[in-house]
Structure formats: structure tokens, C-alpha cells
């Protein structure tokens, strides 16, 4: 998947009026991502997005312990974004539920092992 292909979907599936608003969307989410994952795993899930994607994830220190709960992962989406929770939250299901179709199945799992349970909205297609 391309750049481009990537952010239009996001902007389809999220509403968004613009490729602009769906940039930046996807930016806060992967930043987020970035900032939650542990053990290289956001290096290796950004090896497999297009140029421009991948950075997010692989430039970020792990800064997890700013992440509790889902509330706080979306919360941190919309301060990234500088939009409220609702849209930070659908903003950030469109994302992933991108992510998911532009990485391989096995690393996606990777990734979703990573949360608890009470993040499975957010992965939800």
C-alpha cells in the first residue's frame, strides 16, 4: 500500500473532510502507537508501512507509562491531533483499522498482544 492509498482510506473511513485532516489523524495515531509499543516492535511494524508512515513509529522512545488505559491512549491521539475525544477516537479506529489491512497479519497479532483487552475498540474493523 502507498502513502497516498493509505491516508485516503483513512480519510474515507473516518469522515474526514481532507487528506490534510487525514494526516494528521494518522500521525497522532501512529505517534501514540509509537510512544506504546515495546521490544522494537514499533520499528518493525513501521518497516512495513509506506514512507512517510513508518517514521512515526520508529523515531518514538518508548514513553509508555504515559498510557493507562484506552481512554488515555485516545486522549493522547487527540491532544497529538488537537481535537476532542470523540473525534481522537474515531480518528484513531479509522487508523488502525487501516494498519491492518497494510502489514502482514502476524505482525498486527504483535501488536494487539501488546494491549489489554480493554483496547479491542480500537481494533475493532
Known amino acids: 500500500m502507498q502513502y497516498e492509498e493509505f491516508i485516503e482510506r483513512v480519510q474515507q473511513r473516518g469522515g474526514l473532510t481532507s487528506f490534510a485532516e487525514a494526516e494528521a489523524?494518522?500521525?497522532?495515531?501512529?505517534?501514540?502507537?509509537?510512544e506504546y509499543l515495546t521490544e522494537g516492535e514499533g520499528?518493525?511494524?513501521?518497516?512495513?508501512?509506506?514512507?512517510?508512515?513508518?517514521?512515526?513509529?520508529?523515531?518514538?522512545?518508548?514513553?509508555?507509562?504515559?498510557?493507562?488505559?484506552?481512554?488515555?491512549?485516545?486522549?493522547?491521539v487527540?491532544?497529538?491531533e488537537e481535537v476532542g475525544f470523540d473525534k481522537a477516537e474515531d480518528h484513531?479506529?479509522?487508523?488502525?483499522?487501516v494498519l491492518e489491512e497494510a502489514v502482514t497479519e502476524g505482525e498486527m497479532q504483535?501488536?494487539?498482544r501488546q494491549f489489554s483487552s480493554e483496547?479491542?475498540?480500537l481494533f475493532r474493523k
Do not use: H
Open 78 to 80: 487527540g491532544d497529538n
Open 43 to 76: 520499528p518493525d511494524l513501521g518497516a512495513q508501512l509506506p514512507q512517510g508512515l513508518g517514521e512515526q513509529l520508529q523515531q518514538q522512545p518508548p514513553e509508555r507509562s504515559k498510557i493507562f488505559s484506552y481512554n488515555d491512549f485516545i486522549q493522547l
Open 110 to 112: 504483535d501488536v494487539r
Open 119 to 121: 483496547f479491542d475498540p
Open 25 to 34: 489523524a494518522t500521525q497522532a495515531t501512529l505517534a501514540t502507537l509509537g
Open 92 to 97: 484513531a479506529r479509522a487508523v488502525m483499522s
